[in-house]
């Protein structure tokens, strides 16, 4: 029975070619030690990996000869992994959000407002709460100054104030929020929710009988 599609093939190329898969008669070595060892038959090149116990990895390929680097491979994709992380966490750290609050603002809108406030600082950008004082409110602010400062405890863990509070002009009450570093900063909640279902299930497996 004939089938009325065509299969489709989904072969995709591998980001990083290596060893056999490399296609170059010539290519330019770097070694383990990050030494350059010049150009050499790819032959040659894949002789000396595998003296080492170790992989030869294309990282040029679009040079003249293509550039390879003798390494492990699961370091080398960790050492990737690890500068990709880096460096969005650089291009992060430059780019602010903003929320609006006000002194009598919802329980439940509060709450959404700082889980946002948490995500943002965990994705490693500063974070600007802005509080605006309307008609009257203007004449109790210190309401505001209890609202905004409680909203900075409450994200503490993944956050500090860059300085207290401050009035801009006689309506807005601000405070701008820096990221602590990673190794001091609380759990990303998002992440602590996704490993729970992963920890009952590992649970549920270890009370079942043998």
């Not at 383990?32 to 990282?59: T, Y």
């Not at 000869?65 to 990709?84: N, S």
């Not at 409680?150 to 503490?156: G, L, N, S, Y």
Request: proline share 7%.
């Amino acid at each position: 029975m004939s089938r009325p599609f065509p299969s489709r093939s989904f072969s995709r190329e591998p980001l990083h070619r290596r060893n056999g898969k490399i296609r170059a008669r010539e290519v330019r070595v770097i070694d383990d030690a990050k030494q350059q060892l010049g150009v050499m038959p790819l032959n040659e090149a894949l002789r000396l990996a595998q003296g080492k116990g170790l992989d030869l990895i294309e990282i040029a390929a679009n040079a003249t000869p293509p550039v390879c680097r003798i390494v492990d491979y699961g370091k080398f994709l960790y050492e990737e992994a690890k500068r990709t992380k880096e460096t969005h966490a650089r291009q992060s750290a430059g780019r602010m959000k903003e929320l609006q609050i006000s002194p009598t603002i919802d329980p439940h809108d509060m709450a959404t407002k700082r889980n946002h406030a948490i995500q943002f600082l965990c994705e490693d950008m500063k974070v600007r709460v802005k509080l605006r004082f309307r008609g009257r409110q203007r004449a109790h602010k210190e309401i505001g100054f209890q609202v905004i400062n409680k909203f900075v405890q409450d994200v503490a863990g993944y956050g500090q104030a860059d300085s207290p509070p401050k009035m801009l002009g006689d309506r807005d009450l601000n405070v701008v929020l820096s990221p602590l570093p990673r190794q001091k900063r609380a759990k990303n909640p998002r992440e602590a929710q996704a490993s729970e279902p992963a920890v009952a299930m590992a649970a549920s497996e270890e009370s079942k009988p043998a």
